[in-house]
């Protein structure tokens, strides 16, 4: 049975432990070994968000610590995403950030069609306030560094931005356009085998019975014309 806890209408004013979804070791006695991991999985989640509000310092230090402990660091995964969210609301930038950030990249250049959870607004505020504070393992925090800085980084996602919707758009227009050719091919074979089973029928051909010379010439001829039609369209 979980204990229940004062709620706080902001949670990340108050020490994480305070959350009502926290559970400490000791309040987890009793618990098979999955439950405990999947709360010991939320605790870290609940600290992560606590961290990137009340100290960055201390969420760069655990998503390096991650980081490390995740061998396939350049392969996108929802957790991977969910920390990037939370550095870009947050203004907190780190060279585990970054790498986090060319992951994204990578992914919307894979599957252009994907939303990234990660895809926030960066909170320039946030961001200037840490640099001021010099986190220890963020970016220089001397007025130069932090306008280079903020200018590569604005650069880098206007165009990751740019990119994505870009191929977002051509993915939808492609199927837009798959959509439609496909009902023209569909009408024109449906078009073609009543004109067939119409001339069959005049020239008096029986159901199970093969088709004349000349109509297999016709067909033939129809088919071409068919597949003119069907070019122009696809075009």
């Known amino acids: 049975m979980q204990l229940s806890r004062t709620t706080n209408n902001n949670n990340n004013n108050m020490a994480y432990y305070k959350h009502e979804n926290y559970f400490s070791e000791k309040e987890m006695t009793g618990w098979s070994e999955e439950r405990k991991a999947g709360q010991r999985e939320l605790n870290w989640d609940l600290r992560l968000e606590h961290y990137a509000v009340r100290n960055p310092g201390m969420f760069v230090k655990m998503t390096d610590e991650w980081a490390a402990g995740f061998k396939c660091v350049g392969v996108p995964t929802m957790k991977m995403l969910y920390i990037l969210k939370l550095a870009r609301q947050n203004g907190i930038v780190s060279k585990t950030v970054l790498r986090f ?62 990119r994505a919707a870009g191929k977002t758009a051509a993915a939808e227009k492609r199927a837009a356009e798959e959509t439609a050719f496909a009902l023209v091919v569909a009408l024109e074979r449906t078009a073609l085998e009543k004109k067939i089973a119409s001339t069959r029928k005049a020239m008096g051909v029986r159901k199970n019975e093969e088709n004349p010379a000349s109509l297999c010439q016709l067909i033939g001829e129809w088919e071409s014309e068919m597949m003119l039609r069907m070019y122009a369209a696809r075009k």
């Not at 252009?112 to 306030?129: C, E, G, I, L, Q």
């Not at 640099?131 to 604005?154: D, F, I, N, Q």
């Open 101 to 162: 950030c060319s992951a994204e990249e990578h992914l919307l250049e894979q599957r252009p069609n994907f939303s990234s959870p990660a895809s926030v607004t960066f909170n320039d505020a946030a961001y200037s306030a840490n640099c001021r504070a010099a986190v220890p393992g963020m970016m220089p925090a001397s007025s130069t560094a932090r306008a280079a800085a903020k200018l590569k980084r604005e650069k880098k996602a206007s165009a990751v931005l740019a």
